[in-house]
């Protein structure tokens, strides 16, 4: 799974999930502050990120996440280090 795509599935369940509007989200969006998501939105979000992917992010991914891309890296080197 490409970067790209797991970007799409960001974009996708911030404005499914939290009715985001996609003109807001970027790879440099800040979570917390340009998003508002809070502590109970992010599990939401981390089970989403597995449903699509395969790949349960861990709270300690969360510690050093700040931005979507912070979260596309994780993921991404995720998958590709357990072939999923």
């Known amino acids: 799974m490409s970067k790209e795509q797991i970007f799409e ?3 996708k369940a911030l404005v499914e999930l939290f009715e985001i509007e996609s003109s807001k989200i970027s790879l440099s ?3 917390y502050e340009d998003l508002e998501i809070d502590s109970i939105d992010a599990i939401d979000l981390v089970d989403y990120i597995k449903k699509q992917t395969g790949y349960k992010m861990q709270a300690s991914d969360f510690k050093e ?3 979507l891309g912070d ?3 994780i993921v991404s ?4 280090k357990n072939n999923i």
């Open 71 to 73: 979260i596309v890296k």
């Open 9 to 11: 599935i960001l974009q």
């Open 65 to 67: 996440v700040k931005t």
């Open 77 to 80: 080197a995720q998958l590709e």
């Open 29 to 31: 969006s800040k979570i």
